[in-house]
């Protein structure tokens, strides 16, 4: 049996992108619009078994890496149980988190023990009103999350910064120095049209070339370091133990390497963030699926997969919002 996942296009997928909830506790103007309610019901969810036995198949199938994510994955009860259920899948090396960071003062340690690696913490702002007026939260409470995950020895602590013309692109030379005091990792990533919400950021679009033009000006930057299971291309800041990674799907895409797929909350697998082509796994599982078929039907989805984005030609091609399916 062929343990491997190659898609029509000679990738191999070898990451899966777990979205746990399509909800969250905070409404990040890019992603969510701030009145939305149109959210998944419970009964749409996979449970935590179904979840486990499509990531089971997949691994089987050669994958060996999920990231969790959401929505915001914290707003999931009993999210360390299911983090249990999936660290015990044999043949899977790494378990990692996506998160906002709200609710990780709390949860750090269970999750932490329940074996999450690594996280990624959305962060686009350290200054408190402008943080507010970009998700409507509470800043206080995501450095306060970081610094509990930074104790319960979570490594590495990435931080993820949407990069916005004339909105944030002032404070990156700060968040570097918050990220070097910190030992935390840095990624930038350029806005991208997915939804209504990332179609109208995009008019905040700012060249992640430019970006990186600017700050080797201001820094001895050493490329090629960091080799990671996605998109980022990572330099280093000489004289520190910083990492910058540049996440360029507009000025730069990085598809031709794809090696990545999203799970939805509700069991849709979707084949590229920048397309709507899918496959449904709740369907099968809720017929009562056998693990050998589950095996069939996971390699028959990734005969979908798509070459790549179309974000510039195609702008208004994707609907869901980001949250569907996290980044
Ligand atoms: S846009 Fe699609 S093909 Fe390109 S890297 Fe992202 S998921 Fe892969």
Redesign the pocket.
């Known amino acids: 049996m062929n343990k491997q996942l190659i898609d029509p296009f000679g990738r191999t997928v070898e990451y899966i992108r777990l979205s746990v909830t399509d909800r969250c506790d905070l409404r990040c103007f890019y992603c969510l619009p701030g009145d939305y309610r149109d959210f998944s019901e419970p009964e749409e969810w996979l449970s935590f078994d179904e979840i486990e036995r499509v990531i089971r198949a997949f691994t089987t199938l050669g994958v060996r890496r999920v990231r969790v994510t959401g929505g915001e994955p914290l707003v999931r009860k009993n999210l360390p149980t299911l983090v249990t259920q999936l660290s015990n899948i044999s043949g899977l090396d790494d378990l990692s988190l996506r998160t906002n960071a709200v609710g990780l003062s709390r949860q750090a340690t269970a999750l932490k023990t329940a074996g999450i690696s690594r996280i990624n913490v959305s962060l686009d702002s350290l200054r408190p009103e402008r943080f507010k007026d970009i998700t409507k939260g509470n800043l206080d409470k995501v450095i306060s999350g970081l610094m509990t995950a930074k104790q319960a020895g979570f490594s590495p602590i990435k931080i993820n910064m949407v990069i916005m013309k004339g909105v944030n692109d002032d404070e990156v030379e700060d968040m570097i120095e918050f990220c070097i005091e910190h030992d935390f990792t840095l990624r930038f990533i350029e806005t991208m049209p997915v939804g209504d919400t990332g179609r109208s950021a995009t008019s905040y679009y700012l060249s992640l070339q430019d970006v990186k033009n600017r700050l080797a000006e201001r820094y001895e930057l050493i490329p090629g370091v960091m080799p990671g299971g996605g ?1 980022a291309r990572y330099v280093q800041v000489a004289g520190t133990s910083l990492r910058i990674g540049f996440i360029t ?1 507009i000025s730069q ?3 031709e390497t ?1 090696n ?1 797929v999203r799970l939805a909350v509700d069991g849709t697998l979707y084949l ?4 709507e082509h899918k496959f449904e796994f709740r369907p099968l599982l809720r017929a009562g699926i056998s693990d050998s078929d589950l095996l069939e039907a996971a390699r028959t989805a990734i005969t979908l997969k798509p070459e ?2 179309e974000f510039l030609e195609k702008p208004q091609q994707v609907v869901r919002f980001m949250a569907r399916t996290g980044g």
């Open positions: 998109p799907p895409h990085f598809c794809c990545r590229c963030l920048g397309q790549r984005h």
